[in-house]
């Protein structure tokens, strides 16, 4: 129910990426059901941490073989361009 409840508040889109909004909204809402207010806030940076910034790495490495994979088939086409 928590999460849900956030998914609809950081989906009102107030701040880039729901910034705040989402963190407050889990905190407050799982402070409600249980856990005390230190535990609530841990959980929720957990919970930031693994949906925002563990997929970070796999997305630059995406960028990156892009990136890297278009100059070399570009630079391949030069020395084709060249040679043919």
């Known amino acids: 129910m928590a999460y849900t409840l956030t998914r609809m ?11 705040g909004v989402v963190e407050a909204s889990l905190t407050a ?3 409600l059901d249980g856990p005390r207010t230190d535990q609530a806030i841990a ?9 925002c ?4 790495p796999i997305g630059w490495a995406c960028r990156l ?3 890297f994979g278009s100059r ?8 084709d361009r060249r040679t043919g």
């Open 29 to 31: 809402l799982l402070v």
């Open 65 to 67: 073989g892009l990136a």
């Open 9 to 19: 508040a950081g989906s009102l889109r107030v701040t880039p990426g729901g910034l």
């Open 43 to 51: 959980l929720t940076l957990l919970y930031r941490i693994a949906i």
């Open 72 to 79: 070399r088939a570009d630079h391949h086409a030069g020395s």
């Open 53 to 56: 910034w563990a997929l970070q």
